[in-house]
Every structure is written in structure tokens, then in C-alpha cells.
């Protein structure tokens, strides 16, 4: 397989996750793409197109509860940030939280984390190719140590920083 083709499929396999396109079709979709480049020896953007414009044809409409889903989980996200400076401003300085010591905010940031990691989870589901069983995209697994090293990360930046400005 060429870089093209990967890029290709790392494009495709975006596209069609953003159209609302389950992972198990996607597999399907993408060994077929990559079968016919396989046989045929053509570039898939000579085949099929442009991803995106490909991916388009499959694409389903979301339902009401997914975007009231994402706001939500949006509104999670951005209350986790906020609880985590507070958290870490606050445990450093010395100063409390709604009268409770500091660190109890970063505890509540760090439970608002999940169920943003969870929906993550779930809307990133594994892709097999249906040919081999292998992945195509990176499991659940590799998107929860992400976000959560991400995470870490950035609630280390925070306290590094407020240590460092004083």
C-alpha cells in the first residue's frame, strides 16, 4: 500500500466517522476501497474521488439527541477545565473552594472528565477490516490514554505555572 492510499484511508475513515457512519460499515467501506486499488492498480482519488466527496454518499443525518449530546458534553468539558485551574491555582495558593479545600475541585474536574471519555470512547468505537480483523483506526483504548494523558498534561502545565509565577 502507497502513502497515498494511506492517506487516503486516513481521510476516508474521518470523513466517514464524521458522517455518522457506523464503524463496522466503515471497515467495509475502506476494504472495498482499498481491494479495488489493490486489484486495479488506480489511485482511489482516480476511483472514488476525494474523500470527503466519497464519504458524503454513506453519510446518515444525526438525530436531535446527538447535538443535545454534544453541547452537554461540551458544557462537561469546559466545567473539567475550569474545576482544574481553579484546583490547581487554589491547592497552590493555599485557598479553599466554595469552603472546601481546593483540591476538592480538582477531584470534581477529574469526574467530569468521564463522561467525556466515555462518549469519546463510545463515538470512536474500533474499525476492523472485515478481510484480516485487524484494526484501522486506533482502538479505544489508544483514545483514552490520549485523552487522559492530555489531561495530566495540562493540569501539570497549570500547577508548574502557578508554582512558577508565585
Same mark, same amino acid.
Given at each position: 500500500?502507497?502513502?497515498?492510499?494511506?492517506?487516503?484511508?486516513?481521510?476516508?475513515? +474521518? @470523513?466517514?466517522?464524521?458522517?455518522?457512519?457506523?464503524?463496522?460499515?466503515?471497515?467495509?467501506?475502506? $476494504?472495498?476501497?482499498? %481491494?479495488?486499488? @489493490?486489484?486495479?492498480?488506480? %489511485?482511489?482519488?482516480?476511483?472514488?474521488?476525494?474523500?470527503? &466527496?466519497? $464519504?458524503? *454518499?454513506?453519510?446518515? !443525518?444525526?438525530? /436531535?439527541?446527538?447535538?443535545?449530546? #454534544? +453541547?452537554?458534553?461540551? *458544557?462537561?468539558?469546559?466545567?473539567?477545565?475550569?474545576?482544574?485551574?481553579?484546583?490547581?491555582?487554589?491547592?497552590?495558593?493555599? &485557598?479553599?473552594?466554595?469552603?472546601?479545600? $481546593?483540591?476538592?475541585? #480538582?477531584?470534581?474536574? $477529574?469526574?467530569?472528565?468521564?463522561?467525556? #471519555?466515555?462518549?469519546?470512547?463510545?463515538?470512536? /468505537? %474500533?474499525?476492523?477490516?472485515?478481510?484480516?480483523?485487524?484494526?484501522?483506526? !486506533?482502538?479505544?483504548? @489508544?483514545?483514552?490514554?490520549?485523552?487522559?494523558?492530555?489531561? @495530566?498534561?495540562?493540569?501539570?502545565?497549570?500547577?508548574? *505555572?502557578?508554582?512558577?509565577?508565585?
Amino acid at each position: 500500500m502507497t502513502t497515498s492510499t494511506d492517506s487516503y484511508r486516513r481521510d476516508l475513515v +474521518l @470523513a466517514l466517522r464524521m458522517g455518522n457512519v457506523p464503524p463496522d460499515r466503515i471497515g467495509e467501506i475502506v $476494504a472495498e476501497v482499498e %481491494s479495488h486499488v @489493490a486489484d486495479t492498480g488506480e %489511485s482511489p482519488v482516480e476511483a472514488f474521488g476525494p474523500p470527503r &466527496e466519497y $464519504a458524503a *454518499g454513506f453519510a446518515r !443525518p444525526r438525530r /436531535a439527541g446527538d447535538v443535545v449530546s #454534544l +453541547l452537554v458534553l461540551t *458544557g462537561f468539558g469546559a466545567a473539567c477545565g475550569w474545576l482544574l485551574a481553579t484546583g490547581v491555582v487554589g491547592t497552590v495558593r493555599g &485557598e479553599t473552594f466554595l469552603g472546601f479545600p $481546593a483540591w476538592t475541585a #480538582l477531584v470534581l474536574g $477529574a469526574l467530569l472528565w468521564i463522561p467525556p #471519555l466515555l462518549a469519546s470512547v463510545r463515538r470512536n /468505537a %474500533s474499525i476492523r477490516d472485515p478481510r484480516t480483523g485487524g484494526f484501522l483506526a !486506533p482502538p479505544p483504548a @489508544a483514545v483514552v490514554l490520549t485523552m487522559s494523558g492530555f489531561l @495530566a498534561l495540562l493540569t501539570l502545565g497549570l500547577w508548574v *505555572g502557578t508554582v512558577l509565577a508565585g
